[in-house]
C-alpha cells in the first residue's frame, strides 16, 4: 500500500481530469467516485484513481486554490515516442514551460502544464528497468527558494524507510536567482521516489492546498506523530490538512478513511463527512463513531 497519495483540488472538473489522466498510461483507471455533501464548498465530488498503478485523489471543492507548477509530476517513458504521445495530448489547451525537445539530462523531455493547471515532465530515460513511472517534483520559490535540500532531510527524518540519493548543484551563473543552490535531488519517503529542486528562476510558484500529499495512517498515535512532526501553520490546520514550514500541504488522514468514504451508506458518509468537518486533526475515535452512528 502507498503511503503517500498526491491530492488535487479543482473547481468542478476532477472527475474530467481524472478521465484525462487515466486515458494517458496502462494499468491506470477511476477506482472510486463519491459525493461529499454539505461541505463549505456545497456538494463536493471526490474521485480516487490510479496511474500507472499509483494511487491519486482529486475533489471538486470550489476556485478556492489554483494548480501551479511548485508541485509537477516527471513521468519516465521509455521510449521517444511515448514522450511525444503523453506531450501531445497534454498540450491540447495547456501551455510549455519547457519546450519538448533534447536536454543534457534527457534526449527528449519537457515540461508542460495541462488545461487544468496541473504540471507534466515527461521524460525520455535510456535503459534499465522504470521502477516508478511517476514521480513528484517539488520546486522551491520565492521566499522558500534556496531551501530545497534542507526540506528533502527535513522529510527524510520525519519518515520511515527514507534516503536522500543525487544531488545536484547550480554552477557559476546558471541561476537567475541567487538564493537558488540545487538545480536536482532525488530522495525516497516510505520507499516512494520524490525529487526536489530550488528555482533558478525569477518566477514565484507558491506551494498551495491545490496540491497536497496525502499521508494514511493506521491509527491515532502515527497520525498524531506525523502531525506534530509536519505542522507549521495554526490558521492552516483543517479537516485533517496541515501546512509545513516550507508551505507544502500535506493531509494526515486514517488509512481507513478511503474505504468509508467508497463503502459507506449516503447516511454514514454524510455523518462521517460531518464530523471531519469540525475537525483540525483528525480523531480516529470521532470518525469510528460518526461511522457506527453512535
Known amino acids: 500500500m502507498h503511503k503517500i497519495i498526491p491530492h488535487l483540488w479543482f473547481d468542478t472538473q476532477a472527475k474530467e481530469a481524472a478521465q484525462l489522466y487515466t486515458g494517458l498510461l496502462p494499468n491506470s483507471g477511476i477506482t472510486s467516485a463519491t459525493t461529499l455533501a454539505d461541505t463549505p464548498s456545497g456538494n463536493a465530488e471526490s474521485v480516487s484513481f490510479e496511474l500507472a ?36 495530448v497534454l498540450a491540447e489547451g495547456g501551455s510549455a514551460l519547457m519546450p519538448l525537445g533534447e536536454y543534457p539530462f534527457s534526449r527528449r523531455y519537457g515540461w508542460i502544464q495541462d488545461r487544468f493547471g496541473l504540471s507534466w515532465q515527461p521524460m525520455l530515460v535510456d535503459g534499465g528497468q522504470l521502477q516508478q513511472i511517476i514521480t513528484p517534483n517539488l520546486l522551491f520559490s520565492g521566499d522558500v527558494c534556496g531551501q530545497a535540500e534542507e526540506a528533502v532531510r527535513f522529510y527524510a527524518e520525519i519518515f520511515p524507510d527514507s534516503t536522500v540519493g543525487f544531488i545536484s548543484r547550480y554552477g557559476e551563473g546558471e541561476a537567475r536567482m541567487e538564493r537558488a543552490k540545487i538545480n536536482f535531488a532525488s530522495f525516497t519517503l516510505c520507499g516512494q521516489s520524490f ?55 500535506w493531509q494526515i488522514v486514517p488509512e481507513q478513511l478511503d474505504r468509508m468514504m467508497a463503502e459507506g451508506s449516503p447516511e454514514q458518509v454524510k455523518r462521517v463527512t460531518k464530523a471531519f468537518l469540525g475537525m483540525k486533526k483528525f480523531d480516529f475515535a470521532a470518525l469510528e463513531a460518526a461511522w457506527s452512528g453512535e
Open 53 to 88: 498503478g499509483q494511487p491519486f485523489q482529486a475533489i471538486s471543492a470550489g476556485p478556492y486554490f489554483r494548480l501551479n507548477p511548485s508541485i509537477s509530476f516527471m513521468v519516465a517513458c521509455a521510449t521517444a515516442e511515448e514522450v511525444d504521445v503523453l506531450w501531445n
Open 195 to 249: 525529487t526536489a529542486m530550488d528555482n533558478g528562476y525569477d518566477a514565484d510558484f507558491g506551494f498551495n492546498e491545490a496540491l497536497s500529499f496525502m499521508v494514511r495512517c493506521k491509527d491515532q498515535t502515527e497520525l498524531d506523530y506525523y502531525w506534530d512532526k509536519l505542522s507549521a501553520v495554526p490558521e492552516a490546520e483543517q479537516c485533517g490538512w496541515l501546512k509545513d514550514r516550507y508551505g507544502v500541504s
